[in-house]
């Protein structure tokens, strides 16, 4: 035997005797090298549809897809409409350490007190403050189903009188209303001057369906609300309507809104 083959007995013996260092180094190679032996096997494999799918709508999603999502109409469930209107009335009365909602908008949706006004949703509930046994405050709050938009209708102290409710313009009040807005009526010190000039000037800055959108038992479109004006309460008093309803000038028409559903309870076209 040759002093090389010797020499070389001693090394060939060390390496066959692993220290642990050296076993945790080839299991962590060998389980890597498994991983990878199994990727290339599932390469080949057929995919489910669902992961498919994900894959490409995660790869396609960009910009345009986010601008998309943004301008989809907002649809909001009756249960939403709670959860929003009874929040709009927490925030208006100092959040929910001095304030709750009565039970019921705590509760099922379809057992809370509302009315389907067609485009909305408006509730009429109770509150106070948290552990108190009588309520002090009612709301009244209008969320609609379409938009974002949610309305404080009313919120203040619980009304112990049964309100009267109208259901339309009497003729004498359709007589005196277009009468007083063409100036031929001898209660014309009702409305001012300024507010005479405001009412003529947005007559011409409306578009000209605006009057289709008018519809009665249904509430105010957004873009229509911002551009009424509103006649003083001492029209109200002259014509014997109830204050809980609002007059409102927009465009040509008067209209008759309950400020409690904050709807459309008439109008008069044409005025103007």
């Known amino acids: 035997m040759s002093l090389a083959i010797i020499a070389?007995?001693?090394?060939l013996a060390n390496a066959s005797t692993l220290t642990p260092q050296s076993k945790l180094l080839t299991e962590q190679f060998n389980s890597q090298a498994q991983r990878e032996s199994n990727v290339e096997y599932l390469k080949g494999m057929p995919q489910p549809a669902w992961l498919i799918a994900d894959k490409d709508d995660k790869k396609g999603r960009g910009r345009d897809d986010?601008?998309?999502d943004d301008k989809r109409e907002v649809r909001v469930d009756l249960n939403r409409a709670k959860n929003l209107a009874r929040q709009a009335a927490e925030a208006a009365n100092g959040g929910v350490r001095v304030y709750r909602a009565e039970?019921?908008?705590h509760g099922p949706a379809s057992q809370c007190p509302y009315v389907d006004n067609g485009?909305?949703?408006t509730f009429t509930f109770l509150g106070g403050r948290p552990g108190a046994t009588a309520s002090t405050i009612e709301s009244v709050v209008t969320v609609y189903k379409n938009s974002s938009r949610v309305l404080v209708a009313y919120n203040g102290s619980v009304r112990t009188t049964r309100q009267i409710q109208v259901q339309n313009f009497t003729t004498s009040?359709?007589?005196v209303l277009v009468d007083l807005l063409r100036g031929n009526c001898g209660c014309n010190y009702l409305l001012s001057n300024s507010l005479r000039t405001q009412i003529i000037?947005?007559?011409r800055s409306l578009p000209p369906g605006i009057q289709k959108q008018l519809l009665r038992g249904k509430g105010l479109p957004p873009g229509i609300a911002k551009k009424l004006v509103p006649l003083p309460k001492q029209v109200n008093t002259y014509i014997n309507l109830p204050a809980q309803y609002d007059l409102f000038v927009v465009g040509s028409n008067v209209v008759l809104i309950d400020q409690v559903r904050y709807t459309v309870v008439d109008l008069i076209s044409n005025v103007l």
């Not at 070389?8 to 090394?11: C, I, Y």
């Open 8 to 11: 070389a007995v001693p090394t």
């Open 66 to 68: 986010d601008d998309d």
């Open 103 to 105: 039970a019921s908008m």
């Open 119 to 121: 485009d909305s949703w």
């Open 173 to 175: 009040q359709r007589t």
């Open 201 to 203: 000037s947005q007559t």
